[in-house]
Nanobody, 123 residues
């Protein structure tokens, strides 16, 4: 699976962004999808995940209630809607695809990764 993330940018605190990740190469609906982020000098951390059908989602506590993951299997795309952004959300955001069961929340359980899109939140 090839993954192409987009939608990052510079936003003020309290603002919103929607990230997209377009997949190609294999059957998108066969994979759970996840979003991770990595700030400079920090390890990559889990943000959100969604199962193959889109019916089950998981979130890190730090983004619960602010971020929403969704997918459109007809468009081979997964989204991350980010609201009420704060400077602590500044990071490179990566989408990833996994064939593991159950839905994984650790990076090592993901098989394919996108290139990352940078999100900067100014105070």
């Amino acid at each position: 699976v090839q993954l192409q993330a987009s939608g990052g940018g510079l936003v003020q605190a309290g603002g919103s962004l929607r990230l997209s990740c377009a997949a190609s190469g294999r059957t998108f609906s066969n994979y759970h999808m996840g979003w991770f982020r990595q700030a400079p000098g920090k390890e990559r951390e889990f943000v959100a995940a969604i199962n193959r059908s889109g019916g089950t989602t998981y979130y890190a506590d730090s983004v619960k209630g602010r971020f929403t993951i969704s997918r459109n299997n007809a468009k081979n795309t997964v989204y991350l809607q980010m609201n009420s952004l704060s400077p602590e959300d500044t990071a490179a955001y990566y989408c990833a695809a996994s064939s593991s069961v159950p839905i994984p929340t650790t990076p090592t359980q993901y098989d394919y990764w996108g290139q990352g899109t940078k999100v900067t939140v100014s105070s």
